[in-house]
């Protein structure tokens, strides 16, 4: 009972502080490093040895292994695709799209198109966010909607793309394979979707825009790259492999090649400054596109794998000295009222008001709800279609915030992310309907 007690309080603590840092506008890397000193703390008063806890947090650090070394490939790939135009060209073709009346509908779709291709929500925030949100401006359309729209679809892909870390991260914990649960995502977010479509639609029609102005990115983005069909190729590589299975990171790889083919001989770019690129990140050299293009390289990924890192620690800690063993203990019985999957979602709201950011969250509904469901394969899922999706819609956490902050929409567009929640709203009526 006593430890019990001191879980509690030690988790109450963590929660307090990790929300007060980031109220209190302390970036979210020295609040998870001050949380990491508390759980230090807690486990030498437990009794471990510091060579025990190092020992703890390693271990946790190694399983998300293979993500950080994915990181290092999505940051290489984001910024070839910059180099290679291939950003620019789908872009380019895509806003001819648009109109007032769908503006909407397309900054749904568009997202939902480059988070797949990126597997990135921030990085599709950055790049086709930043373009819809400043088209939708122009046309006079509706901000807050616009910047749920966008929400939903960067974590569209953000959930479903084979290069998406999320969705790495997820199989990773439940030692499943992503392609088989991509397969399953997509398949459970049909009418979603749909009602998605349906909703954005709508609203374009109900809050009338006045008529856009001459938005010709083609000829903006024409100033600076080759266009045509070769800068698509890089994507459409990954894309093909993903189709065939390939590993995701030898699929990445060769669509890291494919685009530095393209840089060197469709863009004509220096050997030597693609290394920079590499590195750095694309940087235009003309001011007028690089709000919408600039961006990718290797320390973009930094700061993200950081938090991956400190989060994974944590991880390792409450694995070894059994933290979480008092929340796990009363998840049963909660389940056997609210059904698994309304046990998992309960559990994924908390989690994410508490970490501030989609990973952290993730790890502690893997480590207080995996007993629930013994099946692997339908437990992914469930984390796909709740914390994945949840952990945006708190309003102090990173994983919508800097989205919405990154297209300058208003915080209250999560409000308007309707695929955000209609995901796990109908996931929970199925699991439910097939549990009675």
Not at 76 to 90: E, K, S, Y
Not at 362 to 376: A, G, R
């Amino acid at each position: 009972m006593k430890v019990q007690t001191s879980e509690t309080a030690v988790l109450v603590v963590f929660a307090v502080t990790l929300i007060g840092c980031i109220l209190a506008g302390i970036p979210i890397l020295a609040a998870l490093a001050l949380g990491y000193l508390i759980f230090f703390a807690y486990t030498l008063n437990r009794g471990y040895t510091v060579r025990d806890i190092f020992g703890m947090s390693w271990k946790g650090i190694k399983t998300a292994k293979n993500i950080l070394i994915t990181f290092l490939l999505i940051g290489m790939l984001t910024a070839l695709w910059r180099a290679a135009g291939t950003i620019p060209a789908i872009v380019s073709y895509c806003a001819g799209l648009m109109n007032p009346s769908v503006m909407i509908l397309m900054a749904f779709l568009l997202n939902c198109l480059v988070s797949v291709l990126t597997g990135t929500a921030f990085g599709t925030a950055a790049t086709m966010g930043v373009i819809c949100m400043t088209m939708a401006k122009a046309m006079g359309c509706n901000e807050i909607l616009t910047g749920g729209a966008i929400l939903s679809g960067v974590f569209f892909g953000d959930r479903c793309s084979p290069v998406s870390t999320s969705a790495l991260l997820v199989s990773e914990l439940t030692h499943t394979n992503i392609f088989d649960n991509i397969r399953l995502m997509v398949r459970t977010a049909i009418v979603p979707l749909i009602l998605t479509c349906a909703f954005y639609g709508v609203c374009g029609t109900a809050f009338p825009a006045a008529e856009a102005g001459n938005l010709s990115l083609t000829e903006s983005f024409s100033g600076v790259f080759h266009l045509g069909l070769i800068p698509i190729l890089p994507a459409v590589v990954i894309m093909v492999l993903s189709l065939f299975r390939v590993q995701v990171r030898m699929a990445m790889l060769a669509s890291i090649m494919t685009a530095l083919g393209v840089c060197l001989f469709w863009q004509h770019t220096d050997l030597f400054l693609i290394v920079g690129i590499l590195v750095n990140g694309y940087k235009s050299p003309d001011p007028s596109i690089s709000s919408m293009i600039d961006g990718g390289g290797i320390m973009s990924m930094v700061r993200v794998a950081l938090i991956i890192t400190i989060s994974s620690s944590y991880s390792g800690i409450f694995e070894g000295t059994g933290l979480l063993n008092g929340l796990k203990s009363k998840m049963g019985s909660v389940s056997r009222k609210i059904t698994v999957f309304g046990t998992i979602l309960m559990t994924s709201m908390v989690a994410g008001m508490v970490a501030c950011n989609q990973t952290l969250a993730t790890m502690l509904v893997d480590q207080v709800c995996k007993d629930l469901e013994p099946d692997q394969q339908r437990f992914a899922i469930d984390m796909e279609n709740s914390v994945i999706v949840t952990a945006p819609l708190i309003p102090w956490s990173i994983a919508g915030a800097v989205p919405l902050a990154s297209v300058s929409a208003p915080l209250v567009s999560i409000g308007a992310a309707v695929f955000l929640y209609l995901l796990p709203i109908w996931h929970l009526i199925v699991r439910a309907r097939k549990a009675v």
